[in-house]
C-alpha cells in the first residue's frame, strides 16, 4: 500500500500543476479545479493500467470531471433559482493576488475557444504530443495540431494588443 501511494503521489507531483490549469478553465477558482483533479484522480487511477496513454487517459478524465461540475453547478443554480432570491454574497469567496504574467496568460487562455484552449493546455503544460492529445479529445492529431496554431496565432495577436496598450 505505501508503494501505492508513493507511486500516486510522484504521479500527481509531476502532472498536477499541469492538470489543474486544465481544469482551471471550466471552473470558478483555483481550489474549485484543485478538486476537480481530485475528482478526476480518483477515477483515473484505478484504470491507468489498462488506458492507452495514462497522460492523455489522465486529461480526458479531468476535462469529463470538469464539465461534470459544471453541470451539477449550473443544475444546482436553477435549483435555487426556483427555491427564491439568494444572498449577493457569498460567506466563502476570497480575493487572490496573481503576478501580472499569470494574469496575462489567463486572460489570453480565456479568451480562446474551448477547443483551442483545452489543446494549448495538454501540449504545453501537460508535455502531451498531438496524437495523444487528439485520443484524449477523441479528435485526429491534424485537428489537435490545427487547433494548437489557431490559439498561438490568436494568442500572439492578443499579446500584441495588450504591449500596444
Known sequence: MDHD???????LDEHGPALVLLARQWTESHAEAEDVVQDAFVRFWPKRASARNARAYMYACVRTAAMDRRRSQARRRRREELAGPADDESLFEHTQEHDERREMIERMLEALPDEQKEVVIMKIWGGLTFKRIGQALTISANTAASRYRYALTSMRSGL?????E
Open 5 to 11: 501511494y508513493g507511486l500516486w503521489s510522484a504521479w
Open 160 to 164: 500584441q494588443q495588450e504591449q500596444v
